[in-house]
């Protein structure tokens, strides 16, 4: 196959994935990741181009394969994930919960079991700003006595 101007690793990996799917954002801290969960899969997950073993590692691939697992639905979909912003956690934390809301998006009657564990709400936490007069958003500056 030869490659033409407009194939990309992209395209080609949206190319191998083609069908129904369903889309999903997930968010966590400054991390943003758009979730495509295509139908009749193997179970294959990428993220920006890369394998899921490739891109994290550890604990994080089962924290990003725990809505699929509470589903029992590992080998049922491929997912094709862009994530972007933030550290290697939060990115791991907001593919999860892009795939547990692309979940729900596909099959309503998993959003009760999603939503006890809490993988459906964002979790909001997010760095507080800096206020004037200080150092950083609480810490002041040191008081000197003389």
């Known amino acids: 196959m030869t490659k ?4 990309t690793p992209e395209t080609q990996s949206l190319m191998k994935h083609a069908g129904r799917y369903v889309y999903a954002t997930g968010k966590r801290k400054t991390s943003v990741a758009k ?3 295509y139908d009749n899969g193997k179970g294959d997950i990428v993220i920006n181009n890369k394998p899921l073993d490739d891109y994290f590692f550890g604990i994080l691939i089962g924290n990003v394969l725990w809505p699929l697992k509470l589903a ?5 979909f491929d997912a094709v994930v ?3 912003g933030g550290g290697v956690n939060s990115q791991a934390d907001a593919v999860r919960h892009g795939l ?7 099959d309503p009657a998993l959003r009760t079991l999603l939503k006890k564990v809490g993988l459906i709400s964002r979790d909001a936490r997010i760095k507080e700003r800096k206020k ?3 150092k950083r958003a609480r ?8």
């Open 82 to 84: 862009k994530v972007t």
């Open 139 to 146: 810490r002041g500056p040191q008081w000197a006595k003389r």
């Open 132 to 134: 004037p007069g200080l």
């Open 100 to 106: 547990a809301k692309a979940l729900t998006v596909f």
């Open 4 to 7: 033409t101007s407009q194939e």
């Open 35 to 37: 979730v495509r969960l």
């Open 72 to 76: 029992k639905m590992e080998k049922s």
